[in-house]
C-alpha cells in the first residue's frame, strides 16, 4: 500500500510568514508523528498524535508551532511568524497503534525561511 | 529522560570490510531500540529494532544489530560493506510505556565506502 506521503515537498517563505505542512499517513495507522531535522543533526520530537487527539505534545519548540489532526487521518503541522532557525526538514511518521512501535517515515517538507 | 549518543560522526570503510557503528542510550526501563538508514533526498528506512526476547537482531541488507542491556549498547554491524551501503545511519529509542509515542534520534553517523 501507499506511505506516509508530506506536501509539499520544499517550501520557501519569508520571516514572519505563516506555513502550513500537511502529512497523509499510512491508511489505518493511528497514530501519527511529527519531527524535524536540522542539517547534521538528528530528527527532533515535535508532537505525536493517537487518533485526533495530541497525546504529547512536549517537543513544540514554542507557540508559534501548532498541529491538528481533526478527523484522525491527516495532519498539518503549522507555523506561525516563521523566524529563520524554523528552517529544517519536518518529517512526519506513523504506526499501526503507537506505543513505541515502529514508526514509518513520509520523504519530509523541506523548509527554508528567508 | 530517553536520550542516545552515537560516538562516531563518520566513518569510512573500503567495500567489502566489516563495519561496527556504536550506539549508546539511557533509558530507564527496557527500551524499544532501532537503527535507520537516511540517503540522500531519502526517507527514513528502518533496518532493524529491538523490542525483546533475542539481544541479537536480524535486519534487512545482511545488517544486525546486538542489544547489551549491561554497556547500554545496541551497535549496528555487517559483515561485508557494499558501496550502496553509503548513507547516513541513525539509532533512536523508544519508550515502552504504552502510553508514549516518541522516539529519540542519535545525532547520525555518516559512512562513506571507498572503492
Known amino acids: 500500500g501507499a506511505g506516509v506521503s508530506q506536501t509539499p515537498s520544499n517550501k520557501v517563505t519569508e520571516k514572519g510568514k505563516y506555513v502550513e505542512l500537511r502529512c497523509d499517513p499510512i491508511?489505518?495507522?493511528?497514530?501519527l508523528y511529527w519531527y524535524r531535522q536540522s542539517l547534521g543533526q538528528g530528527p527532533e520530537f515535535l508532537i505525536y498524535?493517537?487518533?485526533?487527539?495530541?497525546?504529547?505534545d512536549s517537543g513544540l519548540p514554542n507557540d508559534r508551532f501548532f498541529a491538528v489532526r481533526p478527523e484522525g487521518s491527516v495532519s498539518t503541522l503549522k507555523i506561525q511568524r516563521t523566524e529563520r532557525g524554523d528552517s529544517a526538514v519536518y518529517l512526519c511518521?506513523?504506526?499501526?497503534?503507537?506505543?513505541?512501535?515502529?514508526?514509518?517515515f513520509g520523504p519530509g517538507t523541506r523548509l527554508l525561511v528567508l | 529522560a530517553q536520550s542516545v549518543t552515537q560516538p562516531d560522526i563518520h566513518i569510512t570503510v573500503s567495500e567489502g570490510a566489516s563495519l561496527e557503528l556504536r550506539c549508546n542510550y539511557s533509558?530507564?526501563?527496557?527500551?524499544?531500540l532501532f537503527w535507520y538508514v537516511q540517503s540522500p533526498g531519502q526517507g527514513l528506512q528502518l533496518l532493524l529494532k529491538?523490542?525483546?526476547?533475542?539481544?541479537l537482531v536480524q535486519g534487512i541488507k545482511g545488517f544486525e544489530a546486538e542489544f547489551k542491556r549491561s554497556q547500554s549498547s545496541f551497535n549496528l554491524r555487517k559483515p561485508s560493506v557494499h558501496w550502496s551501503d553509503a548513507a547516513e545511519y541513525f539509532c533512536?529509542?523508544?519508550?515502552?510505556?504504552?502510553?508514549?509515542?516518541?522516539?529519540?534520534f542519535g545525532d547520525g553517523t555518516t559512512l562513506t565506502v571507498k572503492p
Open positions: 511518521a506513523s504506526s499501526m497503534h503507537g506505543g513505541g512501535e515502529t514508526q514509518y
Open positions: 491508511s489505518g495507522h493511528t497514530a
Open positions: 498524535f493517537q487518533g485526533t487527539g495530541a497525546a504529547d
Open positions: 533509558y530507564g526501563a527496557t527500551p524499544y
Open positions: 529491538y523490542f525483546s526476547g533475542d539481544t
Open positions: 533512536a529509542v523508544g519508550a515502552s510505556d504504552t502510553n508514549a509515542g516518541k522516539s529519540t
